[in-house]
Structures are given as structure tokens and as C-alpha cells.
């Protein structure tokens, strides 16, 4: 169609007509008449609902590993199960959320490995630091924006940038998130840390 002068392409679905109808159009008043009778559903789940989703996900062997909290919120953050984590999250306080494990990452670090944006706006909801380091002893760890640089989670990336992770931070060998996706042939995120900042495709690791 033409619009002042400019040429747009226009989709067109057919949902309802605007009178009222004996038979609905048959995908969308399926649809409506599903969601309208779905039984509202609460956080934060129940002892029950906890084990029956770790049950559903895992089997029920892990899913009794799965009671200890720690255990448990680092198997939700990697699978992405959003509720379960939230549900964990209202059990325990901060800096147990925030302890790091024995090869030193945090659940900041283990939802950007994964690509789990949802974990994530929770854990910068409860303002958790979006630039925490992962901890090696005497030397400085990379960010949840490396990890996410590194394993190709492009999501997750876009999603730190706008929380004003800081992408020029560098790790003990002096690389930036975009050396990590150069090293990793991840050109997805390349682009989209060019896009943040056009001069990052110069820059240059800081080790000697």
C-alpha cells in the first residue's frame, strides 16, 4: 500500500468479523475459549508442585537432589525453569543466592552460560550486580557478559546490554566480551556488540 508517499507492505488476518456470530472463526475462538477456562495459577509453587516439576525435568533421582536449595536453584537456572527459581528465590536470602560454586560461578554466570533471560531480569530485579566477576583467587574473573560472548547466547547478551552491563571490562588475559566472541567464531554477537559500540571492533585485548 501507499502512505505519503512511502510503499508498505501490509499483512492482513481475518480474526472476527466486527458483528457478532453464530460460529466463531475456528482457530481463535478455540484459542480464546482455552484460555479463558485455564485455572489460575500462583507463585510461589507449592512443596508438591516444586518436586513435580524437578520429577517432569529430571527423574525422580535428582529430583530428590534437587531439595537441597543450592542444588536445586542451579539445576532450575540451567533448565530455565523460571517458577521454580523464583520459588527457591523466596525461600532463602541474597548472599545464598549469590555464593559461588567450587568452580566459581554464581547463578549470574550459570544463566548467562545458558541462555536463560527470564533468570536473569529476576536477578536484576533484586538488584544482584550485572557485572559480577566469577571468582578465581588472585585474579580477576570474567562477567556474565563474557560467559554469554562465549557461549554464543545471543538473547542473553542483548538482554546485559540493556541493563547496562559493562562491555568494556577485560578478564585476567585482558580480553573484552567481543574478543571472546571473535575467539569463538560467534558473529551473532559480534554484531550485536558493534551495534552498542562501532569502536569495539578496533579495540584491542589489554595483556602484554
Not at 536453584?73 to 540451567?78: D, F, G, L, R, T
Not at 536463560?116 to 588472585?138: D, G, K
Not at 570474567?142 to 546485559?160: N, R
Amino acid at each position: 500500500m501507499e502512505f505519503c508517499g512511502k510503499s508498505y507492505y501490509v499483512i492482513y488476518f481475518e480474526l472476527e468479523i466486527f458483528y457478532q456470530q453464530l460460529y466463531k472463526t475456528q482457530w481463535w475462538g478455540a484459542i480464546n475459549e482455552i484460555v479463558n477456562n485455564l485455572r489460575l495459577k500462583r507463585l510461589p509453587l507449592t512443596e508438591a508442585q516444586l518436586h513435580e516439576q524437578f520429577k517432569k525435568k529430571f527423574g525422580f533421582k535428582k529430583a530428590m537432589k534437587c531439595k537441597s536449595i543450592p542444588f536445586g536453584m542451579k539445576s532450575a537456572v540451567e533448565r530455565g525453569l523460571s517458577a521454580v527459581f523464583h520459588t527457591f528465590s523466596r525461600k532463602t536470602s541474597s548472599s545464598t543466592i549469590n555464593v559461588s560454586d567450587e568452580a566459581g560461578y554464581a547463578i549470574f554466570h550459570h544463566a548467562a552460560l545458558h541462555n536463560r533471560v527470564s533468570i536473569i531480569c529476576q536477578l536484576w530485579n533484586a538488584n544482584f550486580n550485572v557485572n559480577q566477576r566469577r571468582f578465581i583467587t588472585f585474579s580477576q574473573g570474567p562477567t556474565p557478559l563474557h560467559l554469554a560472548a562465549q557461549a554464543c547466547s545471543l538473547e542473553t547478551t542483548i538482554c546485559l546490554l540493556c541493563f547496562k552491563a559493562d562491555y568494556t571490562l577485560t578478564e585476567k588475559r585482558g580480553w573484552m566480551p567481543i574478543h571472546f566472541a571473535a575467539f569463538y567464531d560467534n558473529i551473532c554477537i559480534i554484531i550485536a556488540l558493534c551495534r552498542k559500540d562501532p569502536s569495539l571492533l578496533e579495540a584491542e585485548a589489554t595483556a602484554e
